[in-house]
């Protein structure tokens, strides 16, 4: 008879490639953006703000390669993107908001694994760091044009991915019940064929 296969162990592991994927693949495209800045405008590095943008994505994925996700909770994993929106934030910084598609990174990482409250609380810290750089280098109306364009792009964006994920979750849920009901049946057929024989 095979033990009934329990969901923690593959729940942990799914934690941690989950990070793992979100925050590489942010850090893959930033590193790759800033090879291309480098060599085709170095010039948008004499910005500090840029590059503490930058360090600041390299030193959070290095923070996330080290850290054990499993024994981690989900309200502290949400630091993570969090952090990657300060950064891009800090790299779209007095740049027309040219790096502000980063983003859609660490939107679509909250509504695929919080709900709307972390959703809406992502996307209030965004609205604040556009409002800042608006109100610190161009107080006009089309600052004001990006302002609600970008928000209300990443605001129907993160609600498409939250609605999506949702629905993956009940159908993982209503899977994992009619196995846990297979491997019952599975079990009692196998009991009554040893008393049978």
């Known amino acids: 008879m095979s ?11 799914t934690r941690t490639q989950s990070v793992w994927l979100w925050q590489l693949s942010l850090a893959g495209v930033v590193i790759l953006i800033a090879l291309v800045v480098v060599a085709i405008a170095p010039e948008m590095f004499a910005s500090a703000t840029v590059a503490i943008g930058v360090g600041i994505v390299i030193a959070a994925t290095v923070v996330v390669m080290i850290v054990p996700w499993d024994r981690v909770g989900r309200p502290a994993i949400a630091v993570i993107p969090a952090v990657d929106v300060l950064a891009i934030g800090l790299m779209a910084f007095g740049s027309d908001l040219r790096f502000g598609f980063l983003w859609v990174f660490p939107v679509a990482w909250i ?7 972390g959703l ?7 609205g604040v760091i556009i409002v800042v750089d608006a109100l610190s280098h161009d107080p006009s109306a089309d600052s004001t044009l990006r302002f609600v364009v970008v928000l209300v792009s990443l605001t129907f964006l993160g609600i498409t991915i939250h609605a999506g994920a949702r629905k993956n979750r009940a159908v993982i849920r209503l899977l994992r019940r009619q196995s846990d009901r297979l491997e019952t049946t599975l079990t009692r057929v196998r009991a009554q064929e040893r008393r049978v024989i």
């Not at 296969?5 to 592991?13: G, H, L, Q, W, Y």
């Open 3 to 13: 033990a009934p296969v329990t969901s923690e162990a593959p729940r942990f592991i």
């Open 111 to 117: 509504a695929t694994h919080y709900t709307v409250r």
């Open 120 to 126: 809406s609380g992502i996307l209030a810290l965004i």
